[in-house]
Nanobody, 121 residues
Framework: QVQLVESGGGVVQPGGSLRLSCAAS????????MGWYRRAPGKERELVAH???????NYADSVKGRFTISRDNAKNTVYLQMNSLKPEDTAVYYC???????????????WGQGTQVTVST
């Protein structure tokens, strides 16, 4: 049974930093794209950033220059370093991964349970 477990959310003041982590556990043959999404109150879920296995990245315009996504393929873990946080970054952040299970030939989409990030004075 594959699970994505997130950690690192919390409350921070504007201008502060947080680092989110998401580890995939279970029997996994491979992981392609890993990413972070967020849903703010009253808004649609949006892509924050994603990273492919080879290291290529893509960011939402709103976080470019402030957030950095990275991954450790040996640990099946993806990170999101968030700097210069703003109140508008307040949201529930969800980890996402395309995972190849043993004995299959296609990637399955998995989601974490979400972790709350609150940026407030």
């Amino acid at each position: 049974q594959v699970q994505l477990v997130e950690s690192g959310g919390g409350v921070v003041q504007p201008g502060g930093s947080l680092r989110l982590s998401c580890a995939a556990s279970g029997t996994i043959s491979g992981i392609n794209v890993m990413g972070w999404y967020r849903r703010a109150p009253g808004k649609e879920r949006e892509l924050v950033a994603h990273i492919i296995r080879g290291g290529g990245t893509n960011y939402a315009d709103s976080v470019k220059g402030r957030f950095t996504i990275s991954r450790d393929n040996a640990k099946n873990t993806v990170y999101l370093q968030m700097n210069s946080l703003k109140p508008e970054d307040t949201a529930v952040y969800y980890c996402n991964a395309d995972i190849l299970l043993p004995g299959t030939y296609y990637y399955t989409d998995y989601w974490g349970q979400g972790t709350q990030v609150t940026v407030s004075t």
